[in-house]
């Protein structure tokens, strides 16, 4: 199946600023999935992210505060804008792999704390 | 929209038991996704359930899908610790988008 290189791992950042999201993966893909994993909760998509287009966001999801590029087959980011205490959350990537038997794989995901 | 449930979402066995966790979704879809995630950890991947009456099996873990009922199980035979974590169904909706479960919590007590 697909690997995928997340970075960073973790990061505490200041109330306002912003913090960009990497996601490099080994193969091709069509589509990558950006999730967001709030304390204790259940994974909810932000976007869908095709090569070539522009990102297409969930409800509650906006451009302006989750914009995303997709510049390749290979990688994506997410960046998290004019950030808040209540945006600390697990950010996580996603691809699908039909080469896989087990469908979507997730990057290890980036662990934010908003101070 | 597409709603997956599971119940329950605590849960707390004992060693060696038998237990199911449900998933029940609201829209037609025949691919169902489960995964496992343990505390601080990203989500590694048990099963995918293509189609109606498919049934997955891997160690003491079995999944089943009915896609009529629009239900599927992931059923634990005797239940050891190292199975503690957090499950999750997900399942994809007709855009290829995938919908995650709110998460069984399992805790295996000896």
């Known amino acids: 199946s697909a690997v995928i290189s997340q970075k960073p791992s973790r990061d505490i950042c200041q109330r306002g600023t912003s913090l960009t999201i990497q996601c490099q993966v080994d193969?091709?893909?069509?589509?990558m999935f950006w999730y967001r994993q709030q304390p204790g909760q259940s994974l909810t998509l932000i976007a869908t992210a095709n090569q070539g287009s522009e990102a297409t966001y969930e409800s509650g999801f906006v451009i302006d505060k989750f914009p995303i590029s997709r510049p390749n087959l290979t990688f994506s980011t997410l960046t998290v804008s004019n950030m808040s205490p209540e945006d600390s959350s697990i950010y996580l990537c996603?691809?699908?792999?039909?080469?896989?038997?087990?469908?979507?794989?997730f990057g290890s995901g980036t662990r934010l704390t908003v101070v | 929209e597409l709603k997956v449930e599971q119940n329950p979402l605590f849960l707390s066995m004992q060693e060696g038991k038998n237990y199911t966790i449900y998933c029940n979704y609201s829209t037609t879809s025949d691919r169902l996704y489960w995964y496992r995630q343990d505390p601080g950890k990203s989500l590694e991947s048990l099963f995918v359930l293509l189609s109606n009456g498919a049934v997955k099996q891997e160690g003491r873990l079995m999944a089943s899908l009915d896609t009529k009922a629009r239900l599927s199980t992931l059923h634990i035979t005797a239940a050891v610790h190292d199975l503690s974590a957090t499950y999750f169904c997900a399942v994809e909706d007709p855009y290829d988008k995938v919908i995650f479960g709110p998460g069984t919590s399992l805790s295996v007590i000896p």
């Open positions: 193969s091709q893909v069509t589509m």
């Open positions: 996603s691809v699908g792999d039909d080469r896989a038997p087990y469908g979507y794989t």
